[in-house]
C-alpha cells in the first residue's frame, strides 16, 4: 500500500523557518522525481519545489526561490522542504507527491500523493 505522510507543519511567524518532512512507502521511493505542491485557501494547487530521484538536481517555484531549499534523503525514504524567512503568503496546505509538475500544472491523478500538512504564517 502506498502513503505518503506529510508532517511538521504548523503556525510561524513572518520571517521564521518550518521544515516540513514527507516520509513514504510502498513504492521505490529513490526512483522516483519528488515533488512538494501547495493549495492556499480558495486557490489551485501551486508547484513550489522538485527534486530528481538521486537529490542531485532541484527546481524551485520563482516564489520561493531562495527561501526554501527542498531535500530528500532516500535512505530513510523521506523527503523534506525547508522553509526560512516564511512570508503570510506561503500559508497554504503543503502537500507532497510522486511526479514532476514543474512544466504541467499539478493533478491529483499523477502520481502518489499525501494528505498534506498546514502551514499558517501569521503574527
Known amino acids: 500500500q502506498v502513503q505518503l505522510v506529510e508532517s511538521g507543519g504548523g503556525l510561524v511567524q513572518p520571517g521564521g523557518s518550518l521544515r516540513v518532512s514527507c516520509a513514504a512507502s510502498g513504492f521505490t521511493f529513490s526512483s522516483n522525481y519528488m515533488s512538494w505542491v501547495r493549495q492556499a485557501p480558495g486557490t489551485g494547487l501551486e508547484w513550489v519545489s522538485g527534486?530528481?530521484?538521486?537529490?542531485?538536481?532541484?527546481a524551485y517555484a520563482d516564489s520561493v526561490k531562495g527561501r526554501f531549499t527542498i531535500s530528500r534523503d532516500n535512505a530513510k525514504n523521506t523527503l523534506y522542504l525547508q522553509m526560512n524567512n516564511l512570508k503570510p503568503d506561503d500559508t497554504a496546505l503543503y502537500y507532497c507527491?510522486?511526479?514532476?509538475?514543474?512544466?504541467?500544472?499539478?493533478?491529483?491523478?499523477?502520481?502518489?500523493w499525501g494528505q498534506g500538512t498546514q502551514v499558517t504564517v501569521s503574527s
Open positions: 507527491a510522486s511526479a514532476n509538475f514543474e512544466l504541467r500544472p499539478p493533478k491529483k491523478n499523477r502520481g502518489y
Open positions: 527534486i530528481t530521484s538521486g537529490g542531485d538536481t532541484t
